[in-house]
Nanobody, 121 residues
Framework: QVQLVESGGGLVQPGESLRLSCAAS????????MGWYRQAPGKERELVARISSGSSTNYADSVKGRFTISRDNAKNTVYVEMNSLKPEDTAVYYCHAKGVVTARGFSAEAWGQGTQVTVSL
């Protein structure tokens, strides 16, 4: 069973920064893509940023130039550095892993439980 555990959320003021981390566990051999999604109250879950096993990245237009995603394949961990945060970035942020090969087989995808990010004065 693949488990994703997020950390790093919290309450910050507009213009400040946060770094989210997500560690995957479960006898993992490889992970194809890892990423971050977010869901604000009353809205659908949306992609924030994604990074492939080869470190190709893509970002939502709303976060381009402010957020940076990275991963450490040796640690099966993905990060997102969030700068110049805005109130509209307030949401629950979910870690996502796609194409996970483990000692027990293959998992198409896995989700973390989410971490709250609140940007407010």
């Amino acid at each position: 069973q693949v488990q994703l555990v997020e950390s790093g959320g919290g309450l910050v003021q507009p213009g400040e920064s946060l770094r989210l981390s997500c560690a995957a566990s479960g006898s993992i051999f490889s992970i194809d893509a890892m990423g971050w999604y977010r869901q604000a109250p009353g809205k659908e879950r949306e992609l924030v940023a994604r990074i492939s096993s080869g470190s190709s990245t893509n970002y939502a237009d709303s976060v381009k130039g402010r957020f940076t995603i990275s991963r450490d394949n040796a640690k099966n961990t993905v990060y997102v550095e969030m700068n110049s945060l805005k109130p509209e970035d307030t949401a629950v942020y979910y870690c996502h892993a796609k194409g996970v090969v483990t000692a027990r087989g293959f998992s198409a995808e896995a989700w973390g439980q989410g971490t709250q990010v609140t940007v407010s004065l």
